[in-house]
């Protein structure tokens, strides 16, 4: 979700170690209508995911900041 003023994503991996506390940031959010993107895919909080998820990152950076 991209908003002129705030702009949330969740990118986790499904072995990462942080992937339970995201799902739920992520559930939460939505049980509050918190726009925001969230992507989840296999792997863990290493090169070889962020080397699969850089593309969406950076297209999600950068609608932010074409809204600027």
Sequence with gaps: FVSAQIALHI??????????????LHEKWDALGVKH???ERPGKHDGAYWNKSIDAILQFVDRFFDKK
């Design 11 to 24: 990118d986790c991996g499904t072995e990462d170690d942080l992937y339970i506390p995201n799902k739920r």
């Design 37 to 39: 993107g969230y992507i």
